[in-house]
């Protein structure tokens, strides 16, 4: 267990909090209260621990079905980040392989009070960034075959759907976050925004929400199915029998977890396949919701819906054990949850699109949906399209 206390917060010059989610009319006036890291060798269960944490410090989230309000003094809410491993620890799943980034923890619980006044503006970035070349942990061939792996275990009835995600690392001089924070502008980006501590920093361009809470009713936004940004490219997606098996067959896996968590007979699609756009790419969208059952704490909610379906696969145990034996490196803080909880409003977002900090390397994860109608080559250029953007604007600066 690790808690770190926010040091001279009083004294130091306030950032201004970017965590996807924070309440707008807030982000000037936050600051941090109190903080909780955890990971894997500190033992436990995350959610237990984070729910236990954010009580501890003025959160009570173990009813999201009793009605709360957001008060403009005090606590504010918190950050909630967790990893595609601390999803998988939290129902007993396959963990899969070392991250590639250990400085990062596996959980954080980052709590925020109001400041009398609001923050300063931002500095502008500091010079001297630097990005040298992105290192593949697999090559295209090694990716290709981890799709025809994926095949033959739909061939063998294993699995139905398969998530296979590749990562990168390059090195990098300067201050990292002033980089991470222009991600949030790339068009599309719901859940852009940043969380940083002691030597690491996460910064998120995600469109896809993972499950949202609001006015009594569990939200989940799952995304399948990609196309280039063109008119050819929109009609060939709304057309594509594949994509939309694939769409559909997660779309179900969503239902049955957001029933686990609801009141009997609530789950409902909203909408069904939704062409909507991130940056150039075309991508297919459905909104899942169902009512919040009473008494269902945060814990349980993040059992249900960790790790994301979408990213995953069916069925999703099935699933998590193909991709710890497949992929060669863990997911890091991809393919996991960032977004703020609070009184009366959840919010968080899955780490697609999403790039990690350590010490000195950045690391982005890509990947896609595998079916038994998949190409290994065109998965791979998918991999590569959805991480494409991001790498860009890194190397801005």
Not at 301 to 316: I, M, Y
Not at 347 to 364: M, S
Request: proline residues 8%; glycine residues 12%; charged residues 20%.
């Amino acid at each position: 267990m690790r808690k770190n206390g926010p040091t001279g917060v009083e004294t130091l010059p306030r950032p201004l909090i970017d965590v996807p989610g924070a309440p707008p009319s807030c982000r000037g006036l936050l600051v941090e209260r109190a903080r909780y890291e955890w990971r894997p060798a500190d033992g436990g269960d995350p959610a237990t621990l984070a729910e236990q944490f954010l009580a501890a410090h003025g959160l009570d989230l173990t009813d999201l079905a009793r009605p709360a309000t957001h008060k403009p003094t005090g606590v504010c809410g918190a950050a909630l980040y967790v990893s595609a491993a601390a999803g998988a620890r939290m129902i007993g799943a396959a963990a899969g392989a070392a991250t590639p980034a250990p400085a990062l923890p596996d959980l954080a619980v980052v709590v925020y009070g109001h400041h009398p006044s609001p923050t300063a503006p931002a500095r502008a970035a500091r010079p001297g960034w630097w990005l040298g070349d992105w290192r593949e942990s697999w090559t295209p061939r090694q990716h290709a075959d981890a799709v025809t792996a994926v095949r033959n275990a739909i061939a063998r009835g294993d699995v139905y759907q398969v998530n296979v995600v590749g990562h990168a690392a390059a090195r990098y001089l300067g201050d990292p976050r002033p980089a991470l924070s222009r991600l949030g502008a790339l068009p599309g980006a719901r859940y852009g925004g940043t969380l940083h501590g002691a030597g690491w920093a996460i910064g998120c361009a995600s469109p896809e929400t993972l499950v949202e809470v609001t006015d009594g009713r569990l939200i989940t936004r799952p995304i399948k199915g990609t196309r280039p940004a063109t008119a050819a490219g929109r009609r060939e997606l709304l057309a594509s029998a594949k994509e939309r098996a694939e769409h559909v067959m997660i779309v179900d896996l969503e239902r049955n977890d957001l029933a686990r968590v609801a009141r009997t007979g609530s789950v409902r699609v909203d909408e069904l396949f939704a062409v909507r756009r991130w940056c150039d790419l075309w991508q297919a969208e459905s909104t899942v919701s169902a009512a919040v059952a009473d008494g269902l704490g945060l814990a349980d909610l993040l059992r249900a819906t960790c790790p994301g379906g979408s990213v995953t696969g069916a069925p999703k145990f099935a699933a998590l054990a193909e991709i710890a034996a497949l992929e060669p490196v863990g997911r890091g803080a991809s393919m996991g949850a960032l977004g703020w909880v609070g009184p009366g409003r959840l919010d968080l977002g899955l780490t697609i699109r999403t790039v990690a900090a350590d010490a000195d390397r950045l690391h982005v994860w890509a990947g896609g949906g595998i079916t038994w109608d998949s190409d290994p080559d065109a998965e791979v250029a998918e991999a590569a399209a959805k991480a494409a953007p991001v790498r860009a604007l890194l190397a801005t600066g």
